[in-house]
């Protein structure tokens, strides 16, 4: 069975950088996909990054080049660097992949900007 866990959320003030990783395990098989959405209080789930076996990446638009998403060369280990974070960025984190046609989910961690 394929498990993807999130590490590395947490509060911070604005302005300041969290970096967020997702392992996983299970999988005898590469991922074709693997990302980043959150989901804020009342709204929907929201892409914030993805990137592909090949390397492209894909931003939300909110993201404005403040985040930053990266992938292990070896296994499936992603990682989301995000830096200069706002208020409007609180929200739970859950890291997504896709392989041999599923999508798998993690159980979130949560991101809180405060002062």
């Known amino acids: 069975q394929v498990q993807l866990v999130e590490s590395g959320g947490g509060l911070v003030q604005p302005g300041g950088s969290l970096r967020l990783s997702c392992k996983t395990s299970g999988a005898i098989f590469s991922f074709t996909a693997m990302g980043w959405y959150r989901q804020a209080p009342g709204k929907q789930r929201e892409l914030v990054a993805t990137?592909?076996?090949?390397?492209?990446?894909n931003y939300g638009d909110f993201v404005k080049g403040r985040f930053s998403i990266s992938k292990e060369k070896v296994g499936n280990t992603w990682h989301l660097q995000m830096n200069n974070l706002a208020l409007e960025d609180t929200a739970v984190y859950y890291c997504?992949?896709?392989?041999?046609?599923?999508?798998?989910w993690g159980q979130g961690t949560q991101v809180t900007v405060s002062s």
């Open positions: 997504w992949s896709r392989g041999r046609g599923h999508d798998y």
């Open positions: 990137i592909i076996s090949n390397g492209i990446t």
